[in-house]
């Protein structure tokens, strides 16, 4: 059975950090690509960053030089650490998988549930 979940939300102050993880089981995992994406309520569901496995690591404009994304491949899990944490980063994230390094929401075809990031004072 394929699974990707996610852990690692919850609320933090402007400034702050979180580390997010996903763990993949179920398929062969060193052939994906891991991405995350967020929504936030209201607005449409938008990249965030995505690792290939053995290549770098792509960001999207508003997350550049505040998130990194790594992988172990050893324990099939991608990790988001993010800092510098801002209002606007409110939302639920999600990880995908795609045997495809891009960061169109279309070409992942496994989804974890998500999990929620509240970024407030």
């Known amino acids: 059975q394929v699974q990707l979940v996610e852990s690692g939300g919850g609320l933090v102050q402007p400034g702050g950090s979180l580390r997010l993880s996903c763990a993949g089981s179920g398929f062969t995992w060193n052939y994906y690509t891991i991405g995350w994406f967020r929504q936030a309520p209201g607005k449409e569901r938008e990249g965030v960053s995505y690792i290939p496995s053995g290549g770098s690591p792509v960001y999207a404009d508003s997350v550049q030089g505040r998130f990194t994304i790594s992988r172990d491949n050893a324990k099939n899990t991608v990790y988001l650490q993010m800092n510098s944490l801002k209002p606007e980063d409110t939302a639920v994230y999600y990880c995908?998988?795609?045997?495809?390094?891009?960061?169109?929401?279309?070409?992942?075809?496994?989804w974890g549930r998500g999990t929620q990031v509240t970024v407030s004072s």
């Open positions: 995908a998988a795609s045997i495809t390094p891009t960061m169109r929401s279309s070409a992942y075809n496994r």
